[in-house]
């Protein structure tokens, strides 16, 4: 079984600043992607940052800018750096993962709990 764990969410005045993180648990083999989505109330769930374990990044666009991730293997951990935060930021922020198994077989993805962010204007 595979845990993944969200913390670092929540309230934050617009323009601030919050890091989420994100600890892989459990039955661990080779973490290749790493993501981050939100969902907003009444909106569906969206890709807002991803990294390849090699370190490649993707963002969406509304973040590019603003949002950094990263991680660190060794941790099993992926970061959300969120600066210059907005309302429309505002969203439950969900962990998710891809691994490698044995003999290569991909497994996942897998999912956190998420961590509500709110940013008051």
């Known amino acids: 079984q595979v845990r993944l764990v969200e913390s670092g969410g929540g309230l934050v005045q617009v323009g601030g600043s919050l890091r989420l993180s994100c600890v892989v648990s459990?039955?661990?083999?080779?973490?290749?992607?790493m993501r981050w989505y939100r969902q907003a109330p009444g909106k569906q769930r969206e890709l807002v940052a991803a990294?390849?374990?090699?370190?490649?990044?993707n963002y969406e666009d509304s973040v590019k800018g603003r949002f950094t991730i990263s991680r660190n293997n060794a941790k099993n951990t992926v970061y959300l750096q969120m600066n210059s935060l907005k309302p429309e930021d505002t969203a439950v922020y969900y962990c998710?993962?891809?691994?490698?198994?044995?003999?290569?077989?991909?497994?996942?993805?897998?999912w956190g709990q998420g961590t509500q962010v709110t940013v008051s204007s």
């Open positions: 998710n993962i891809d691994q490698s198994g044995p003999f290569g077989a991909t497994m996942g993805p897998y």
């Open positions: 459990g039955s661990i083999f080779t973490i290749d992607r």
């Open positions: 990294i390849t374990r090699g370190g490649t990044t």
